[in-house]
């Protein structure tokens, strides 16, 4: 039996880099911090670090590199909610 040929996304190979650079690169975790993860995801993302082989990326980092680039993107409104919240607890 055949198997189905697989397509790559339709970004261009300047997004797929730029995905790369920003969340598959290794960082050093000074301090580590434990959180909790669905088993899917965490499955997803062993399976995504172990195939790509790059030497020092843990799923840890991947998951630091993407909550990073999610705070900065979302930076005002994560202020704002912060803000609206604090004033409002007296």
């Not at 189905?4 to 000074?30: F, G, H, N, V």
């Not at 062993?46 to 993107?73: A, F």
Request: hydrophobic share 30%; net charge neutral; aromatic share 6%.
């Amino acid at each position: 039996m055949k198997k189905d040929k697989r397509t790559e996304p339709e970004e261009s190979i300047s997004e797929m880099a730029s995905y790369e650079e920003q969340y598959l690169k290794p960082i050093e975790l000074d301090r580590r911090q434990c959180v909790y993860i669905s088993k899917g995801n965490h499955d997803v993302l062993t399976s995504l670090i172990r195939s790509l082989n790059v030497k020092g990326l843990t799923i840890g980092g991947y998951i630091d590199n993407v909550i990073t680039e999610h705070i900065q993107k979302h930076k005002a409104e994560i202020n704002h909610l912060y803000r609206r919240e604090r004033n409002d607890l007296v």
